[in-house]
DNA sequence: CAGATAGTTTAGTTATAACTAAACTATTAT
DNA sequence: ATAATAGTTTAGTTATAACTAAACTATCTG
């Protein structure tokens, strides 16, 4: 349960919820945070048992686990699908997104 | 939803499903914090909508507010009533119980 | 009225969650 | 082997939520 606590979460699990996608391209979705904020929320999620994740080449792909949230699985849909939730969930995600937009860091091999 | 967040306020939202009761039960069924701590989630809950108050004489009573829960209200019976989540919310409760035991204040009229 | 009871509120503390920056591993391409 | 891409992890910071202690309001009782 803890583990939808927080919005961002929620956002996540709600992008990978009917489709596989790779970390890189959750991150895009959220470009407010840095790649390892991201990472650091899929680790969360996939302890918590939300998530499946599988490896592929360079990439990793992540996908909602609905069996492991029981009865929440169908509340969820249910809201997510509703016009008022969907005003609600947004003023929270809108509310947890202040302050300076950061970028993912231009990683070099070997850089000071 | 982030009103959920918090294990406290699942656990005061449940005591509260289907019976009306006094903020006083409501702190007794959870004597690890204090009257203080309690009347704030009151609050916070109140404010997110999830709960009706009504106050008579020197007593405050709470009842959970089912309907403003959407989807969400079935979902969460579902779960309280499945053992094996169950388990789990109790495992969460038990995590966020670590420390000492304070008591209600002996509050006086005029004490230094 | 004084004192007890029921609850709220304020101000300050503490615990925890979320985040950043940078180092790191692994894979692929040149 | 070098460099780029994809992702994770660590260590430290910052923001926020939860809590405590005490002061406070209000109602009831003698």
């Known amino acids: 349960m803890s583990a939808l ?11 990978v919820w009917d489709q596989e996608l790779p970390a890189g391209d959750i991150h895009r979705a959220m470009p407010d945070v840095t790649f390892g904020a991201v990472s650091l929320q899929l680790k969360h999620l996939l302890e918590a048992g939300l998530l499946d994740a599988r490896t592929e080449s360079r990439n990793r792909f992540y996908r909602a686990r609905k069996k492991a949230l029981g009865p929440m699985a169908k509340a969820l849909e249910e809201m997510w699908s509703d016009a008022l939730w969907k005003l609600k969930l947004a003023a929270e995600l809108d509310e947890s997104r202040r302050g300076p937009r950061p ?5 070099k091999g070997k850089q000071l």
């Not at 606590?5 to 992008?15: C, F, G, K, T």
């Not at 970028?103 to 990683?107: A, D, I, P, V």
């Open 5 to 15: 606590a927080s919005p961002r979460r929620m956002e996540i699990l709600r992008l």
């Open 103 to 107: 970028q993912r860091r231009k990683t």
